[in-house]
């Protein structure tokens, strides 16, 4: 079985640089396809330089759901697997994968692993009913398919800036599809507290409309929807109001991540009626891979 491997980054040289090591040590003979956002740190000129990356695509996107889509696009493997770039593959990990993948598994994920202070942590399959549909969730940074099920789900849905690979979920198990969950398809993360510290404020409005977007495209507008959602709002907003009383938020904080939270919801909503109107296909993918060609600025292939 080819084995084409596809690494989204964005202004993460160092850490793609040690990814990328991991595959020329633990996956040696699987073709490697790095899709490259518009970074400003070097990443381009790191990549040209090294000679185990088969395919660099340079996107102007920021956007992970294009940047998968264009390495998918470009990959030439039986089996496509998705691996963060700030995630290192560990032994075993190409075996577990293209034995599953060889004995009939149609998607296949494993754990991602962190590393701390004094050990790493882990990960279990996540699994949920929804509508009479089992979902297996799966980390879009460690992931592998069959090329034929990627064709099938038209790639990601590229309206989504996040929650792009729970999306995938639904869909997969729309179109009955299972996920194989292989405790030993595992990758590791390194923790760098000061760069964990310094993360970007999260943006409620996008988690909120990603949500809302992708239950209502698949399900449609039903108490079930309706009932998470709700469930969702009311447990971030109790955690944010901890920090109003501990006093690392601020209460105009907490008001304004209220509006953004409604505001998303109801763009979500409206977004996801509209999705499920435009595909009514078990595919749910109105914004896949056929539906542009100009994701890549420039390609560098040296296959």
Do not use: C, Q
């Not at 993460?12 to 073709?31: C, F, I, K, Q, T």
């Amino acid at each position: 079985m080819e084995f084409t491997v596809v690494v989204p980054t964005l202004n993460g040289r160092d850490r793609l640089a040690a990814s990328l090591d991991s595959l020329a040590g633990h996956a040696p003979d699987a073709e490697v396809v790095v899709v490259n956002g518009p970074s400003a740190d070097g990443t381009t000129g790191m990549i040209r330089d090294r000679d185990d990356v088969d395919v660099l695509v340079e996107i102007s996107a920021r956007n992970v759901n294009v940047a998968r889509n264009a390495g998918i696009d470009a990959a030439a493997g039986d089996a496509v697997a998705l691996l963060g770039y700030d995630h290192r593959v560990e032994e075993g990990w190409l075996a577990a994968a293209r034995e599953s993948l060889a004995a009939g598994a149609e998607v296949v994920t494993g754990p991602l692993r962190r590393t701390v202070r004094g050990g790493a942590t882990s990960e279990e399959a996540e699994r949920r009913t929804i509508a009479d549909r089992e979902v297996t969730y799966f980390n879009g940074r460690n992931v592998a398919f069959r090329s034929h099920v990627l064709e099938s789900l038209d790639g990601f849905d590229e309206y989504l800036e996040t929650g792009g690979a729970r999306d995938t979920a639904h869909r997969l198990a729309g179109m009955d599809v299972d996920v194989t969950w292989l405790p030993e398809m595992a990758a590791r993360r390194d923790v760098d507290p000061a760069a964990d510290g310094g993360r970007e404020r999260r943006r409620w409005d996008w988690k909120y409309r990603a949500l809302a977007y992708r239950l209502v495209k698949n399900y449609g507008v039903r108490p079930t929807v309706v009932r998470r959602t709700l469930s969702h709002a009311v447990g971030d907003a109790r955690d944010t109001l901890r920090g109003v009383f501990d006093g690392t938020v601020t209460p105009t904080a907490w008001a304004a991540n209220g509006r953004d939270v409604g505001l998303g919801t109801v763009r979500g909503v409206a977004d996801g009626l509209a999705a499920r109107v435009r595909d009514r296909s078990s595919t749910r993918n109105p914004n896949g891979l056929s539906t542009r060609t100009d994701r890549a600025v420039a390609t560098y292939d040296r296959r």
